[in-house]
């Protein structure tokens, strides 16, 4: 499963953390959904790939 979120601001502070909380709560539903068939799910390799503006400037995940 791959989950992205995607944030948008006016402002000049980033939203990283807002798309990570975004990403996180959408595969915790999922796992709500999916823990009566499988409890031992993880969720793993949660991070940030690009980002755009803001103080500190552009930056893209080196792969």
């Known amino acids: 499963v791959r989950c992205v ?4 601001t006016k402002g000049r502070t980033g ?3 807002e ?8 595969l915790l539903t999922i796992y709500d959904m999916l823990k009566a068939v499988d409890r031992g799910m993880c969720m793993t390799d949660i991070r940030l790939l690009e980002k ?3 103080k500190s400037g ?3 995940l080196k792969k």
């Open 5 to 8: 979120a995607t944030c948008e």
């Open 52 to 54: 755009h503006g803001g």
């Open 19 to 26: 798309a990570l909380t975004a990403v996180q709560v959408g």
């Open 58 to 60: 552009d930056w893209v």
């Open 15 to 17: 939203v990283e953390m």
